[in-house]
T-cell receptor, first 114, second 114 residues
Framework: EADIYQTPRYLVIGTGKKITLECSQT?????MYWYQQDPGMELHLIHY???????EKGDLSSESTVSRIRTEHFPLTLESARPSHTSQYLC?????????????FGPGTRLTVT | KNQVEQSPQSLIILEGKNCTLQ??????????LRWYKQDTGRGPVSLTI?????NTKSNGRYTATLDADTKQSSLHITASQLSDSASYIC?????????????FGRGTQLTVWP
């Protein structure tokens, strides 16, 4: 079992609310990722980070923002949630070295915006 | 465009039976191929990872094969159990980026009936 945690696991909020999805890992990994996954669809990378103070946008455009102030913490924020943001959000991390770049996933946050 | 295609989309088998899931990819340059198991509402968990030089790898009742020439992989599950019910995702990593970018298939939804 990977030591990567996400909170909350489930969240139902109204349109226009600001939310922050938390992700923490205790493995000391430099690289962290946020993915978005809709039911029956593939995971899409929305944000990633190489390390502290490093953040980049992924393949899928997202209105969310991320920050990386500490190695173990990689929160994702939506300033004004909309129904189109309803999805599952998965956080992952990987070590910097090693050709396999094995990524370990958290349990996910299921977000519903009403 | 790098793609990962999986078949079948869904599969129902009886407990104790064997099954094989397929994955075709066009990702280039190829680095490695992974199979993940994703239980409903959870994050993906790695089952196997294979590099270019490996053509088979086992993890308990799971055996993955890789044909890098035809860009095909399969995941064989032996003596299925109810707990095998999950989505099985094929993921291919390219060698062209330091990020170790992952390309995800949509998964095969396996249901094991008693």
């Amino acid at each position: 079992e990977a030591d990567i945690y996400q909170t909350p696991r489930y969240l139902v909020i109204g349109t226009g609310k600001k939310i922050t999805l938390e992700c923490s890992q205790t493995m000391g990994h430099d690289k962290m990722y946020w993915y978005q996954q809709d039911p029956g669809m593939e995971l899409h990378l929305i944000h990633y980070s190489y390390g502290v103070n490093s953040t980049e946008k992924g393949d899928l455009s997202s209105e969310s923002t991320v920050s990386r102030i500490r190695t173990e913490h990689f929160p994702l924020t939506l300033e004004s949630a909309r129904p189109s943001h309803t999805s599952q959000y998965l956080c992952a991390s990987s070590a910097t070295s090693g050709a396999s770049y094995e990524q370990y996933f958290g349990p996910g946050t299921r977000l519903t915006v009403t | 465009k790098n793609q990962v295609e999986q078949s079948p989309q869904s599969l129902i088998i009886l407990e104790g039976k064997n099954c094989t899931l397929q994955c075709n990819y066009t990702v280039s340059p190829f680095s490695n191929l992974r199979w993940y198991k994703q239980d409903t509402g959870r994050g993906p968990v790695s089952l196997t990872i294979m590099t270019f030089s490996e053509n088979t790898k086992s993890n308990g009742r799971y055996t993955a094969t890789l044909d890098a020439d035809t860009k095909q992989s399969s995941l064989h599950i032996t003596a299925s159990q109810l707990s095998d019910s999950a989505s099985y995702i094929c993921v291919v990593s390219d060698r062209g980026s330091t990020l170790g970018r992952l390309y995800f298939g949509r998964g095969t939804q396996l249901t094991v009936w008693p």
